[in-house]
Nanobody, 124 residues
Framework: QVQLVESGGGLVQAGGSLRLSCVASGGTFSSYGMGWFRQAPGKEREFVATISWNGGVTSYADSVKGRFTISRDNAKNTVYLMMNSLKPEDTAVYYC?????????????????WGQGTQVTVSS
C-alpha cells in the first residue's frame, strides 16, 4: 500500500507559478502511473494530468494544457506538477494519486491511493 504526501501549494497571484511535489512511500513507486487531480469548492474532483511509470507518456486536461507540466523522479519516489501562468480558476485542492496500472489515466476510478491534498489559491 503506497502512501502519498503532497506539498508545494500556497497563495500566488494570477500569472505566477508553483511547483507541487508528491512523495510516495510504502510501495513500488516506479510500477505505478501517477496522476494529479483537483477539487474546487462545490465542484467535483477533476483530472489535471497523468504520467506513465517511466515518464514516457503524459496527458493533460485541456484547461491546463500548455501551462502545467507533470514529471517524475523514480529515484526520489516523487511526482511533480509545475504550474505556470496560473489563473484564479486554478484555485483548488490538488491531489496526487497512484494508478492501479503503469500507464496512468484520466479516470478517477483507476486510482487506488490518494494523498491528503495541498491547497492552491490564485488571486486576481
Amino acid at each position: 500500500q503506497v502512501q502519498l504526501v503532497e506539498s508545494g501549494g500556497g497563495l500566488v497571484q494570477a500569472g505566477g507559478s508553483l511547483r507541487l511535489s508528491c512523495v510516495a512511500s510504502g510501495g513500488t513507486f516506479s510500477s505505478y502511473g501517477m496522476g494529479w487531480f483537483r477539487q474546487a469548492p462545490g465542484k467535483e474532483r477533476e483530472f489535471v494530468a497523468t504520467i506513465s511509470w517511466n515518464g514516457g507518456v503524459t496527458s493533460y486536461a485541456d484547461s491546463v494544457k500548455g501551462r502545467f507540466t507533470i514529471s517524475r523522479d523514480n529515484a526520489k519516489n516523487t511526482v511533480y506538477l509545475m504550474m505556470n501562468s496560473l489563473k484564479p480558476e486554478d484555485t483548488a485542492v490538488y491531489y496526487c494519486a497512484a494508478d492501479r496500472y503503469p500507464v496512468g489515466s484520466s479516470r478517477l476510478d483507476r486510482y487506488h491511493n490518494w494523498g491528503q491534498g495541498t491547497q492552491v489559491t490564485v488571486s486576481s
